[in-house]
């Protein structure tokens, strides 16, 4: 049970308060950037290539300029005429925005042409002649390595190889010499496949350039408006455009996952039309060029190795990546972090040596290492870790919640410095796994399970206990683009008592309107029902780095608690001046003072806001408002414990989820309602590519499913019916002990249902099958082991 | 070309082209917007609305072949007595995250109930497999038909708390 210090009526922390947005949701007037329309807008549609790798010969736009409504097209070749045609990626690498003689990827932006209506536009890019020469493209990451591969980045004076980084962490020799002296090693080579965001609103945007005032409204699907404002004063800055002439407005988003943070070509594009053409510019973004162009998620190749003792004790793991970013690297990352925070991965286990390097290579795919609902490559990692265990707990033949149970940290450890440097803040792994256990009903499951395999049978049972990393971050050491990544939030409570607070961060459904008002109510007693929360209009909200990987909570939501009590003080100074005591003979229950011991001698916040506005204090500034921009001192560490149980039909290899139970800790709940449906939409998105989802490219370079038609987005019938629940260790660096919540299950549920599968193909002698997997690899496997 | 349709109760003349998919009708000439988009291979359901009383994706339909019909889009449901008992079954049962999908998924499921009154969770997840969402999971989506159906059948409503294991 969660306990509320607020009453059902103030709607502070804990009470699963119905959602606010949702009012407008549910009656169709949310509001998404296809449905605005401003007068004289004209549309763009985008001009993509077929090819992976081709030099472009000629385009002609002749025909396209013929078609009804069609205004212009414009390429490459006209944007460097204002040196527009390239622009920065977040990892300080550099993208086209349209080429001007290469194409590098399938489904490249080739050129732009705008029109009065979406189906002149569409009309014209049917009629854009373009000339290729075709190229031999690199799809294997590990072939564009090879010193004998053509080099893609040419643009790149003096590139002589197809590598854009190599990191490491951790202590080499030590691991090595663990890894040589030791009882047991296990080794895995596993592949976490490309996948897509595949937020069911895809990208767009509306830019809208005002001449005569020489002032940029841009509306746009982003999850980080202000660090927008910032990139495109950056990039276009030199044609006039400054930061105070650039008003970025991120409108309802239907759904974010992290596909909308980078900056997309046709943004630019349509910035650079507006521009010219002083009108307003729309481009929303098919389904399939959504699939196709946009930014991936993953494709990791990872070579994974733990040791341990014969008795099961972990004593060090070792960790080799090879990342493919396609033709640029446009992760999302804090900038220092080149793989994100994939250094989680020596996981929830105490043992105190870990090594880690990865590089990462150039291919003729689509650009990215986005961190699709997830604390940047920490889904790659805990994959990687919890995949590991299981064949080490095979390996020494213990059952894999037993060998968890050994190797956890305690709960006392905490805070508990990591092999890679991280200092976990707080958990209780052998209370969540205990917990979920019980729920599932381990024990009786691993009967009937010895009972099934006797009869041939298969059915798995797989457990995930993951650490996540997230609420980026500490500014010492994270920043994207030079910004450090704090977060902000604005309380103004009118005279009345009620309040707007306005936050750096942007809801894309995660459920900000409610669970901000919520912490307010919390500190101030004020009812959640009467604070507005506004987020996504740079123009009046305070700057802050957006919302992804989990960091809203984490940040913006303690950047609300501080600004909060900053009130408060301020409310017991009020206070004791309207009851003629000293602040000290006050005491605070939400949503009033009293003075001590004479409880009837109180005044409540509203009569204290009311006051602040008309008759407080002398000397003391009017008004009610805070403003905080947090940094936090360090990130949060929240944990889950998931199983999963599977049978599979030998004869098919169809793979029928039984049961999932999640338990999470994510310290102290704000509202648990949101809480539970954000762990259920994160589970079918960590199915997702655990069975179904992967971007599959042929040899040529064609992607092989960029369509909804063969993109296996999980529906309700693949989806299976969740079990969730908690345990509760608070945050103890956070001011309302919350640690954030979104990526958990996305991150912890794939490894629970790949152990499960795996565990139940084991007596077999089948021990690893990449993700997705899907029936036809299962019924491969047992083909070739002669059991079908 | 002009064609006639009743939307939401009002009658409508729309000149339309030939090739005019009904849902940039509703979204673009009508200016109803509650309809969404989500994709181009008719396989999300954004768009879904009743045509008749029948669910159908709009993105798959002409505008010219609605022509003589009644249309109910999502800002046709709620009545002077409140919202529909799916958009309350929603709110209440956290139905939805960022909203894109809701109201094709709201209208597939009001002719859902309209054909089965009493459908079983196996049942109602069959019954929405034509419509994509990428945020709730589903779990809460189910609840919330669930709730709606024993609304509309006149049984008491079931709880909405969240339960947890
Ligand atoms: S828009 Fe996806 S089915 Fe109509
Ligand atoms: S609520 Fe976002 S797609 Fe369903």
Not at chain 1, 246 to 267: A, E, M, T
Not at chain 2, 153 to 164: C, I, N, Y
Request: aromatic share 8%.
């Amino acid at each position: 049970m969660i306990q509320c210090k607020t009453s059902k009526a103030i709607g502070g922390m804990g009470h699963s308060l119905k959602r606010k947005e949702d009012v407008r949701f549910i009656q169709g007037a949310g509001h998404y950037v296809d449905d605005i329309k401003l007068d004289g807008m004209l549309y763009m549609d985008i001009v993509r290539s077929p090819y992976a790798y081709a030099k472009i010969k000629n385009i002609d736009i002749s025909e396209a300029m013929k078609v009804p409504g069609v205004a212009a097209v414009v390429t490459g070749k006209d944007l460097e005429k204002y040196n527009l045609h390239w622009m920065p990626t977040l990892m300080s690498d550099t993208q086209m925005v349209l080429p001007t003689d290469t194409v590098m990827y399938q489904a490249q932006e080739v050129a732009a042409v705008i029109a009065t209506s979406r189906y002149a536009a569409r009309d014209g890019r049917e009629a854009v002649k373009v000339e290729y020469e075709p190229m031999k493209p690199i799809m294997d990451p590990y072939k564009s390595m090879d010193p004998s591969s053509p080099v893609l980045r040419t643009d790149k004076p003096g590139k002589s190889d197809n590598h854009i980084w190599h990191w490491e962490v951790g202590d080499k020799a030590k691991t090595d010499e663990v890894f040589k002296k030791a009882e047991v090693v296990v080794e895995q080579h596993m592949h976490i496949p490309r996948i897509h965001v595949a937020s069911i609103e895809t990208c767009g945007c509306v830019a809208d350039y005002d001449k005569i005032n020489n002032h940029l409204t841009m509306y746009m699907t982003t999850q980080a408006p202000h660090a927008i404002r910032t990139v495109i004063a950056l990039v276009a800055g030199h044609v006039g455009l400054t930061e105070e002439k650039i008003r970025v407005v991120s409108p309802d988003i239907g759904g974010g996952f992290g596909g909308k943070v980078p900056v997309y070509p046709g943004y630019v594009i349509a910035i650079a039309v507006s521009f010219l053409t002083g009108k307003p510019v729309k481009w929303i973004e098919d389904r399939s060029e959504n699939l196709q162009a946009d930014s991936f998620a993953r494709d990791y190749h990872i070579t994974v190795e733990m040791a341990g003792t014969k008795a099961g004790k972990i004593q060090a793991t070792r960790f080799k990546v090879l990342a493919d970013h396609g033709y640029t690297d446009a992760s999302a990352n804090p900038s220092k972090f080149h793989t994100g925070l994939f250094s989680i991965g020596t996981g929830s286990y105490d043992y105190d040596t870990a090594f880690m390097e990865a590089d990462a290579v150039y291919t003729n795919k689509p650009p990215g290492g986005v961190a699709y609902r997830c604390s940047f490559r920490v889904t790659e990692a805990v994959q990687a870790i919890e995949r590991i265990t299981d064949l080490f707990a095979l390996k020494v033949g213990k059952d894999p919640a037993q060998l968890r149970m050994e190797n956890f940290i305690k709960k006392e450890d905490f805070p508990w410095k990591s092999p890679t440097g991280w200092t976990y803040d707080s958990g209780d792994y052998h209370a969540g796994l205990k917990k979920a256990m019980e729920a599932i009903g381990y024990d009786s499951l691993r009967k009937e399970q010895a009972e099934k395999r006797a009869k041939g049978e298969l059915m798995g049972i797989g457990i995930s206990t993951f650490t996540e990393i997230v609420g980026a971050g500490p500014s010492k050491d994270f920043d994207i683009l030079g910004i450090k990544m704090f977060d902000s939030a604005e309380i103004r409570v009118h005279p009345t008592g009620k309040a707007i607070a306005r936050f750096g961060t942007k809801s894309q459904g995660q459920g900000h309107e409610t669970t901000y008002a919520q912490i307010i109510a919390e500190e101030l007693g004020i009812p959640a029902e009467n604070i507005h929360v506004e987020e996504g209009d740079t123009d009046t909200a305070p700057y802050g780095l957006g919302t992804y990987a989990s960091r809203s909570t984490p940040t913006a939501g303690a950047a609300a608690a501080v600004a909060a009590r900053k009130l408060r003080d301020k409310a017991r100074k009020i206070a004791a001046y309207l009851l003629e005591v000293s602040e000290e003979d006050l005491e605070w229950e939400p949503g009033k003072f009293s003075v001590k011991g004479a409880p009837e001698k109180a005044k409540t916040i509203q009569e204290i806001v009311f006051a602040a506005y008309t008759n407080h204090p002398q000397g003391m500034e009017a008004g009610f408002e805070a403003t905080h921009y947090y940094d936090p001192p360090n990130l949060t560490f929240p944990s889950g414990a998931y199983i999963c149980v599977v049978d599979i039909d030998k004869e098919t290899g169809q793979i029928k989820v039984r049961r999932f139970v999640a338990i999470d800790d994510c310290g102290h709940i704000i509202n648990p309602m949101i809480v539970q449906g954000q762990v259920h939409g994160g589970l079918t998105q960590g199915i997702a590519p655990a069975m179904y989802e992967e971007l599959i490219y042929d040899e040529d370079g064609n992607i092989l499913n960029g369509t909804f038609m063969d993109y296996l987005v999980p529906t309700a019938v693949e989806s299976p019916h969740w079990e969730t629940g908690h345990v509760v260790t608070p945050s103890p660096h956070h001011p309302i002990g919350a640690k954030g919540v979104g990526e958990s299950p996305t991150v912890g549920a794939p490894p629970a249902i790949a152990n499960a599968i795996m565990d139940a193909l084991s007596p077999y002698g089948i021990h690893h099958i990449d993700i997705p997997i899907t029936p036809f690899k299962v019924w491969k496997a047992l083909k070739e082991k002669g059991v079908i | 070309m002009k064609i006639n349709v009743t939307v939401n109760g009002t009658a409508h003349e729309v000149e339309v082209e030939a090739r005019t998919l009904l849902v940039h009708m509703i979204r673009e000439i009508l200016n109803l917007t509650g309809t969404h988009i989500g994709c181009d291979t008719s396989s999300c359901g954004a768009c879904t609305i009743l045509l008749n009383g029948k669910s159908v994706k709009s993105c798959t339909v002409l505008a010219v072949q609605a022509n003589g019909k009644s249309i109910t889009t999502i800002e046709g449901l709620a009545t002077a007595e409140g919202l529909h008992p799916l958009q309350e079954g929603f709110k209440e049962n956290h139905g939805l995250h960022c909203g894109f999908c809701t109201p094709g998924m709201i209208l597939r499921a009001s002719e859902l109930l309209a054909n089965n009154p009493n459908p079983t969770e196996e049942q109602i997840r069959w019954g929405i497999s034509g419509n994509l969402c990428r945020c709730t999971g589903y779990n809460n989506i189910v609840k919330s038909i669930q709730y709606a159906a024993a609304k509309m059948r006149g049984d008491a409503l079931p709880s909405t708390e969240p339960v947890f294991v």
